[in-house]
């Protein structure tokens, strides 16, 4: 059975930083796409950002470009997302997921398997 869990979350200041984690078991993910979305109360879950392993590359969304890093350690079939400078905005549930998609993945249903979410706190 696949499975993701992520954790990391909490609650920090605006400023401050938080890396999540995300654990993958059930199959190795090592050459698939791996992202991070978030969902905010009473908005879309959106999309925040990639890495292809494959293919070396990442990929962000506007909005965390600077301030959120994305990573992997296929060693631990575990993916990390680094935020920094953190802001109010910023405050979702944020969820990893894993595709087989081979070059991009940014919408929901390029990805097939999701992680329960883990909620992320930014008080002003």
């Known amino acids: 059975q696949v499975q993701l869990v992520e954790s990391g979350g909490g609650l920090v200041q605006a400023g401050g930083s938080l890396r999540l984690s995300c654990a993958a078991s059930?199959?190795?993910?090592?050459?698939?796409?791996m992202g991070w979305f978030r969902q905010a109360p009473g908005k879309e879950r959106e999309f925040v950002a990639f890495i292809n392993p494959s293919v070396g590359s990442t990929y962000y969304a506007d909005s965390v470009k600077g301030r959120f890093t994305i990573s992997r350690d296929n060693a631990k079939n575990t993916g990390y997302l680094q935020m920094n400078n953190l802001k109010p905005e910023d405050t979702a549930v944020y969820y990893c997921?894993?595709?087989?998609?081979?070059?991009?993945?940014?919408?929901?249903?390029?990805?097939?398997?999701w992680g329960q979410g883990t909620q992320v706190t930014v008080s002003s």
């Open positions: 997921a894993a595709s087989d998609r081979k070059y991009i993945a940014t919408r929901l249903n390029e990805y097939l398997y």
């Open positions: 059930g199959r190795t993910f090592s050459t698939n796409i």
